[in-house]
């Protein structure tokens, strides 16, 4: 256990060592209060006192409803001409004039640019103090702040009011637009505002988010529609009691949904889960980069929505520092459709155009800037989450895969405890989900149906119809838990640790994508990982070939050496071709030959005389055992009661042989009194003409 323990410890000192300084957080944001969570969703009410907000046209207007139903149609006519009477122009002077709790506000069909909140800010607005975001982009400012100056960052403010339900009176979400122009972080936010409806309406055109409800307990986003934003359709923040039913999002180059930070009610629970926090129903999020993330997304229930066409379907994880709830858990995603997300969106900061002036970058014509860095064709993303339960969803069509689950040590996200750097990638169940068919029975294979990094305990998977990486995977049973052996592991694979470290290094704003990451187009040789497998095997290659030249006895040591050498090859091309059986064929290959290099080697050694070649030859075998292991466990079965993988112990015994290789090579024999001696000329290790052979020729020192 100790030395378990010392491998895990020296491996995260590697990453902390290698490990770029983390990802940029996926949104700043003032350190949240959680609300108390004895509020309850909102129920859409259809009578009670009512404002009206409406534009002054009557020509536009006529023609904004003149293609809705008669009845419609006359019911906006008859709102409109009340609407002129006593109505506001603006939806933030209707905020304004609202009670303090439960008000109805009704938007008439039209374009709200909210001309009014555009006015730049005076008054110690203009001067606030207050930290930047990680980016520079924006100042982080207290609730307080928002308050006193709701128009710094936003078009419309829904601040500590409670029970506000604004709804558009249109035929659909598109009549009814809140326009921020880009000149805006966020279209309309509602802090502190529990109780909070919003119905049947668009925003758009932010430099950050369409909707951001924060700090609110008790929301609903009911039929309204995100798009062409910089980051996110529809943000929610350190919120309980939500719901999101209806909606669509798409051209956002974050997520178009996003309950991150949600109220973190299971932390504490196992797989039994008392309620959940956010419930995400039927709705459409497509064309983003991620149709859904969240971060600290802790007890969200996400049930019959359709995440397809975008870079990747859904991303829950605990990557980003800063967010409360950390590790996330305890998400349930089941009945979702998740396909064909093979969206690239990486062009567009390689020509340049996402340096462009937000205007000008062309959202509205389908550009998307990525914000952060993730794989193309890609359905699930679950890097560093716990207890999350993936169940009977059609994940279909994703090019690279269909689920990817990694390892986020703590100190990714900020947290330097020993005990976090081991906390995430616990417990995740995949049941019974639909993989590489679409709900019309279509067939559409993923790329892979699972990829995983190793790293991880109690977590199971379900039988694929597409490869996997492993190809051994801990299946989940009958009861639809883990069955035996399971997953316990304290690190991943350092070759897929070395992956992500690398894919992690991409920024939006520095223009700086990596070159030898296959997310953004690596091929072969280029890839970091295969440059890594490759530059290991000509190494140890080259080691092997100087103990046999130094060896030089029989067909035996030959035919090892070649054996070893195939397994080099092929475990080279195993990894550049994730899923494949040819990585843990390459590890037995190799297991085989270095099994056959250290018999010969202990063989050949004469015990009691300094420099016989027994403690290499042992330490050979070490390692034969170690790949052949590594065989079974890439292959055939994950390992039980194992903190770590194979490998780890391999490259530890590697990092020992490769150098007693080379000084074993470089010395000459060492005859023992009376033994053999090397003719002149002769083989080094032959004996002299003559003596009877005793033993094995020598090899470097023990």
């Not at 838990?481 to 894919?503: D, F, I, M, Q, S």
């Amino acid at each position: 256990m100790r030395r378990s323990t010392g491998i895990a410890a020296a491996g995260v000192l590697l990453l902390l060592v290698l490990w770029p300084g983390g990802p940029a957080a996926a949104h700043d944001e003032r350190p949240p209060v959680y609300p108390d969570g004895t509020g309850s969703v909102p129920a859409y009410r259809t009578g009670g006192p009512q404002l009206l907000v409406c534009k002054a046209d009557p020509v536009d207007f006529a023609a904004r409803i003149a293609g809705f139903p008669a009845d419609l149609r006359a019911r906006n006519l008859a709102l409109f001409a009340e609407c002129q009477r006593g109505g506001y122009r603006h939806l933030q002077a209707a905020v304004d004039a609202a009670p303090a709790a439960g008000a109805r506000i009704l938007m008439l069909p039209g374009v709200y640019q909210e001309e009014p909140s555009l006015a730049p800010p005076t008054g110690g607005c203009d001067t606030l103090d207050a930290p930047w975001s990680s980016n520079r982009q924006y100042q982080v400012l207290s609730y307080e702040q928002q308050r006193d100056c709701p128009h710094v960052q936003n078009l419309v403010a829904v601040l500590g009011k409670r029970d506000v339900q604004i709804e558009g009176t249109g035929a659909t979400p598109a009549d009814v637009v809140l326009d921020a122009q880009f000149r805006k972080l966020n279209a309309l936010r509602a802090d502190r505002a529990d109780g909070f409806y919003l119905r049947n309406l668009t925003a758009e055109r932010t430099t950050f988010n369409a909707v951001y409800v924060m700090e609110t307990d008790g929301f609903v986003l009911d039929r309204v529609t995100g798009r062409w934003n910089d980051e996110y359709g529809f943000l929610t923040f350190a919120d309980d009691h939500g719901l999101y039913t209806d909606c669509e999002a798409y051209g956002n180059g974050d997520s178009g949904v996003y309950p991150g930070a949600a109220s973190n009610l299971n932390a504490r629970r196992g797989y039994a889960v008392g309620r959940y926090a956010i419930e995400i129903r039927r709705c459409n999020s497509h064309d983003n980069l991620l149709g859904y993330s969240g971060t600290a997304g802790d007890s969200v229930w996400a049930h019959d929505n359709t995440f397809t066409n975008n870079t990747a379907g859904v991303a829950t994880d605990s990557a980003f520092p800063h967010h409360p709830g950390m590790p996330q858990n305890h998400a349930r995603f089941e009945h979702n459709t998740i396909g064909d997300n093979n969206r690239d969106y990486y062009g567009y900061v390689r020509d340049g155009t996402c340096a462009r002036p937000y205007a000008e970058r062309g959202y509205e014509h389908g550009v998307v800037c990525p914000s952060v860095g993730v794989p193309p064709g890609t359905g699930v993303i679950n890097p560093g989450g716990n207890y999350n339960l993936w169940q009977d969803n059609w994940v279909y069509g994703n090019a690279y895969t269909g689920f990817l689950t990694s390892w986020v040590p703590g100190f990714v996200r900020g947290d330097n405890r020993f005990g976090a750097q081991f906390d995430t990638s616990h417990h995740n169940r995949y049941l019974g989900n639909r993989l590489g068919v679409d709900p019309s029975g279509r067939k559409a294979p993923n790329g892979m149906d699972f990829w995983w990094d190793g790293q991880g305990r109690g977590s199971c998977w379900q039988p694929a119809s597409a490869p996997v990486e492993p190809r051994a995977l801990p299946r989940c049973g009958a009861d639809q838990l883990p069955t035996w052996p399971t997953a316990n592991r304290a690190l991943a694979e350092p070759g897929k640790t070395l992956k992500l470290y690398v894919c992690a290094d991409y920024s939006l704003g520095d223009r700086r994508i990596p070159v030898n990451c296959d997310w953004f187009g690596a091929r072969g040789i280029g890839r970091i990982e295969v440059q890594w497998a490759l530059g290991e095997a000509v190494l140890l290659g080259l080691a092997m070939l100087a103990l046999w030249l130094r060896i030089r006895r029989g067909r035996r040591s030959a035919v090892a050496v070649a054996v070893a050498l195939a397994g080099l090859v092929v475990g080279v091309l195993g990894t550049a071709y994730d899923g494949s059986w040819l990585t843990p064929i390459g590890l037995g290959l190799l297991g085989l030959g270095w099994l056959g290099l250290g018999r010969e080697l202990v063989a050949r050694a004469r015990p009691g005389v300094p420099g016989d070649g027994r403690g290499l030859g042992i330490l050979t075998l070490a390692l034969a055992v170690c790949a052949l292991l590594g065989a079974v466990d890439r292959g055939l079965v994950l390992l039980p009661y194992t903190p770590v993988g194979p490998v780890w112990p391999r490259i530890l015994l590697e990092l020992l042989w490769v150098p007693w290789v080379a000084v074993a090579a470089a010395l000459r024999p060492v005859a023992a009194p009376g033994g053999p001696v090397a003719a002149p000329g002769g083989p080094v290790g032959e004996p002299h003409p003559g003596s009877r052979p005793s033993g094995a020729g020598t090899v470097g020192a023990s």
